[in-house]
């Protein structure tokens, strides 16, 4: 029921010719048995929806992932897409979604 977040860099993956590569943090995490692990993009609480047409907003996307969390992964990933759904509505996807989960 807890969520303990681990920020990323705030720079993208690809670089443009002449650009200089950036180095990534690395992070050491220490994980016991039923933990769980969610690597995500920026997708899924940058999407619009709802029923003023705002963004699903990380904070809302962080609650979501603890109310789910104790469900099997299976179980985790529909909820995950019904959500979306849900909020998305009929307006159109506006990023790349990305949700990588896995437990210990």
Avoid: C
Avoid at 13 to 40: Q, T
Avoid at 62 to 80: A, D, W
């Amino acid at each position: 029921g807890e969520l303990l977040e681990t920020k990323a860099n705030k720079f993208p993956i690809g670089v443009f010719v002449g650009e200089k590569l950036k180095k990534f943090d690395n992070h050491e995490i220490k994980l016991k048995k039923g933990d769980a692990i969610y690597v995500f993009s920026d997708g899924f609480s940058d999407q619009f929806g709802g029923p003023f047409y705002k963004k699903f907003k990380k904070r809302e996307f962080k609650k979501l992932l603890i109310e789910i969390s104790q469900l099997k992964m299976k179980e985790q990933y529909k909820e995950l897409e019904k959500a979306l759904e849900n909020w998305q509505g009929s307006n159109e996807q506006i990023d790349d979604i990305v949700v990588f989960g896995v437990r210990v």
